[in-house]
């Protein structure tokens, strides 16, 4: 269970040369692409591990056994955003715990495809996904200092509820956030 709250946590973090040093500078995308939201299973493993490895530069992100493991996982509910040409540009898992609560493990758009409202449609998307298995509470955690995704998930109706004092591997606070899917 502890390497399953380190996974769920985005707890630990990869070698440096795992992920690139320098945050890439984002050229946003055409203007007016149609995206489609689909299912993220294994067979995207390596699309999935490389754009995680780009939305999360300063040292979490996930290794590819994170993501063997929880696109492999029974509980998982996890979709991906396509580009017309079939290029994921976004994804996003979420688990059902044990307790039956739904838990946002990740969420990440490519920089070059945000501001779209591509995270509020996966969010919505899997909000759906655990409605439909009965899950009626999500939660997640996310960086204090990480002001957008926080505005992504107000906006999206989830509440701070609690600080997590040093929650990330490198000190930094995180705060819970839950919604009610009632
Ligand atoms: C956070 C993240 C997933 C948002 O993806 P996105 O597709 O750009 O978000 P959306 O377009 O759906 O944004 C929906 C709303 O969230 C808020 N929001 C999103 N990004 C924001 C930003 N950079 N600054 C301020 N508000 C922001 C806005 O209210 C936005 O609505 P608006 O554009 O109409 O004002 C994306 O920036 C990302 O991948 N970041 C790196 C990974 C990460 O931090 N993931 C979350 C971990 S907890």
């Given at each position: 269970?502890?390497?399953?709250?380190?996974?769920?946590?985005r707890?630990?973090?990869?070698?440096?040369?795992?992920?690139?040093?320098?945050p890439e500078?984002a050229?946003p995308?055409?203007?007016?692409?149609?995206?489609?939201?689909?299912?993220?299973?294994?067979?995207?493993?390596?699309?999935?591990?490389?754009?995680?490895?780009r939305c999360f530069v300063d040292?979490e992100?996930?290794?590819?056994?994170?993501?063997?493991?929880?696109?492999?996982?029974?509980?998982?509910?996890?979709?991906?955003?396509?580009?017309?040409?079939?290029?994921?540009?976004g994804?996003v898992?979420?688990?059902?715990?044990?307790?039956?609560?739904?838990?946002i493990?990740t969420v990440g758009v490519s920089p070059d495809h945000r501001r779209r409202h591509l995270a509020k449609?996966l969010m919505?998307?899997?909000?759906?996904?655990?409605?439909?298995?009965?899950?009626?509470?999500?939660?997640l955690e996310v960086r204090s200092l990480n002001i957008a995704a926080q505005k992504l998930y107000q906006s999206l109706?989830y509440?701070i509820?609690?600080?997590?004092?040093?929650?990330?591997?490198?000190?930094g606070?995180g705060l819970?956030m839950?919604?009610?899917?009632?």
């Amino acid at each position: 269970m502890a390497v399953l709250k380190k996974i769920r946590s985005r707890w630990w973090s990869p070698a440096a040369d795992e992920y690139p040093v320098e945050p890439e500078r984002a050229v946003p995308a055409a203007a007016g692409l149609r995206y489609d939201i689909r299912p993220l299973t294994i067979s995207h493993l390596d699309d999935c591990w490389r754009l995680d490895q780009r939305c999360f530069v300063d040292g979490e992100a996930y290794s590819r056994e994170t993501f063997e493991y929880l696109l492999t996982a029974p509980e998982a509910v996890s979709y991906r955003v396509t580009t017309p040409s079939g290029t994921m540009v976004g994804f996003v898992i979420g688990l059902i715990e044990p307790d039956h609560t739904g838990h946002i493990t990740t969420v990440g758009v490519s920089p070059d495809h945000r501001r779209r409202h591509l995270a509020k449609r996966l969010m919505a998307e899997v909000e759906k996904g655990f409605r439909l298995r009965n899950v009626r509470m999500v939660r997640l955690e996310v960086r204090s200092l990480n002001i957008a995704a926080q505005k992504l998930y107000q906006s999206l109706g989830y509440a701070i509820t609690q600080r997590l004092p040093k929650y990330y591997s490198n000190g930094g606070d995180g705060l819970l956030m839950i919604k009610s899917l009632d």
